[in-house]
């Protein structure tokens, strides 16, 4: 039986038999939704779509280096009351009393106030009307993926915010407080201030000076013992890779998290990275910040977490608007003197 003649496909031309005849030099190609034997083809039916959406790539860790408080409302400040004492004569002989004497040491306080400031945080998301039809097809939902948008935006802010303030905004953090005074690592024997050119020795002396120095500045009291470390990733993780020796199986930082000031009196030693610490120190060097981590010490406020305030058609721009505002305070340092910042490492 001899075969019947269906048609040819060849570069994607479909001709001949029951399919559309295509007029002379203008072929008909798949892609076109050309019609053959009752069936359409369409561009989406020949690709495979892949329904993960690749969004930026970023990091932010501002939530594990500060304690962050919720809630206040809409205010401009934040203020903290401290307090001083004093005795006449001083704690030591000035209370030493005798019988017959005719005065006795009183004890004074002295209080003082300081204050914060807040600022608002706003963008707004807006959604075309006709996007927001065409969504129906393709089954993706732009509000998500703004509303995702939104608050990658608002954690990057949170990030700046929290390590090194808004300079426009005249506000500072934990790596660039003018109150805190930065110093020179020592040199090593290798003539050197990086710690990729230091011993492991050397290194944990860099680590335990900068808790002393701040344990030191805030009288040894043993709960303002530096507990937080930040380096910058590349030193950061040259400590957690390299072993203490070629024979030995710790790292250098397993050897500086057992054998550091902090962690032999009773505290417990936390060492990280960020990306703010590279370049961070005095002439671009690379800086090492120890503080503690407590709300008693240092904090940010997050007076009004981030949250869509508001939405309305706009007629003007045929979309829906939608404003997502968050009110957020500069970072409060409480007590300066258990912060230390050491450069060059």
């Known amino acids: 039986m001899p075969m019947k003649n269906l048609g040819t496909f060849d570069g994607g031309v479909v001709g001949g038999g029951m399919g559309i005849r295509p007029q002379s030099g203008s ?3 798949i892609t076109d939704a050309a019609i053959a034997n009752g069936g359409a083809f369409l561009i989406s039916e020949l690709e495979k779509r892949d329904p993960k959406i690749r969004e930026p ?35 030591s002989s000035g209370a030493v009393h005798a019988p017959g004497a005719n005065t006795v040491p009183v004890v004074q306080a002295n209080f003082g106030r300081d204050q914060f400031r807040a600022h608002l945080y706003a963008s707004v998301m807006r959604i075309m009307f006709v996007d927001m039809q065409r969504q129906q097809v393709t089954g993706r939902s732009l509000d998500q993926l703004l509303t995702d948008g939104i608050r990658l935006n608002y954690d990057k802010h949170m990030d700046a915010n929290v390590y090194v303030g808004i300079a426009a905004y005249g506000t500072t953090g934990l790596l660039n407080n003018p109150n805190v005074t930065a110093s020179p690592v020592l040199t090593g024997t290798a003539g050197n201030t990086a710690w990729n050119t230091k011993t492991p020795d050397e290194v944990l002396a860099d680590v335990n000076q900068a808790i002393l120095d701040g344990w030191a500045a805030s009288e040894y009291d043993l709960s303002a013992i530096p507990n937080h470390i930040l380096l910058p990733y590349e030193q950061y993780n040259h400590i957690a890779v390299t072993k203490v020796s ?13 054998n550091n000031v902090a962690t032999k009196n009773g505290g417990d030693l936390f060492i990280g990275a960020t990306a703010w610490n590279k ?4 002439g671009g060097t690379d800086r090492m910040v120890a503080y503690v981590h407590n ?4 904090a940010m406020e997050e007076l009004v977490p981030l949250a869509r305030t508001m939405t309305q058609p706009n007629i003007d721009a045929l979309s829906y608007d939608s404003v997502y505002m968050a009110n957020i305070s500069e970072v409060e340092v409480f007590y300066t003197q258990p912060i230390v910042y050491y450069d060059g490492i």
């Open 27 to 29: 072929p008909v190609r």
């Open 57 to 91: 790539l970023t990091s932010t860790t501002y939530p594990r280096d500060i304690p962050i408080k919720t809630g206040g409302g809409w205010v401009e400040f934040i203020s903290s009351l401290n307090i001083d004492f004093g005795i006449t004569g001083g704690s």
């Open 246 to 258: 070629p024979i030995a199986e710790k790292t250098i930082l397993t050897f500086l998290l057992e």
């Open 279 to 282: 370049g961070a120190g005095a």
């Open 295 to 298: 709300d008693r010490f240092i």
